[in-house]
């Protein structure tokens, strides 16, 4: 507790480690204490950019990782470019069940350095999932499109939307102006 207060990430580690057992299992006890242990590791990891170190003791305790330890940990990745950890962090959620958010598959959607066909493939598991968070990926996907010069995604998008969602204003703007600069007026 004192590392994480200090913020020094290396004694917070050290401790950590030292509890053992003890963290196993978080989602069994009552208490949040261990899950809020793992969040501030987390917090000091991306603000030292020393994710992978942080990962790796998670995974040794067999700490179950929430939503927004994900989001912040893959925040951190695409800032740092770090494509092997997001693919690790990625198949490590997926194992352990961890729901994604609208702000999960914007990161990972922006991970994905303009690969059309696995942006395709997380579009379609969020549409299947249910989730929404058209407004998170929407950007990602438009600014894809663009430097690809590529409506397959965008075409993808609209397709996913509701009408009777009026925060999607917005994103519907970003589309009309993006199928009007492509030349596709009729999809506008």
């Not at 030292?48 to 040794?60: D, G, M, N, S």
């Not at 702000?103 to 350095?113: N, Q």
């Not at 430097?147 to 917005?170: A, I, N």
Request: hydrophobic fraction near 40%.
């Amino acid at each position: 507790k004192t590392g994480l207060q200090v913020g020094h990430l290396d004694d917070a580690l050290e401790h950590f480690r030292a509890l053992g057992d003890g963290c196993r299992d978080m989602q069994t006890t009552a208490s949040s204490a261990p899950q809020h242990i793992a969040a501030r590791l987390v917090e000091l990891g991306c603000r030292e950019h020393r994710i992978a170190t942080v990962l790796e003791a998670l995974e040794e305790q067999n700490v179950l990782l929430t939503t927004e330890m994900v989001n912040a940990m893959l925040g951190e990745c695409v800032r740092t470019r770090e494509l092997r950890l997001v693919r690790h962090l990625e198949r490590l959620s997926v194992s352990q069940g961890v729901p994604r958010s609208g702000r999960t598959y914007g990161l990972l959607l922006r991970s994905c350095a303009n690969d059309v066909k696995r942006m395709e493939e997380l579009l379609e598991e969020m549409e299947a999932s249910g989730v929404d968070g058209i407004s998170e990926v929407a950007q990602v996907v438009l600014t894809a499109c663009t430097e690809l010069g590529d409506s397959t995604l965008v075409d993808r998008l609209r397709k996913m939307l509701h009408p009777e969602q009026v925060v999607q204003v917005p994103v519907l703007m970003s589309m009309i102006r993006f199928y009007a600069e492509a030349g596709q007026p009729e999809k506008a």
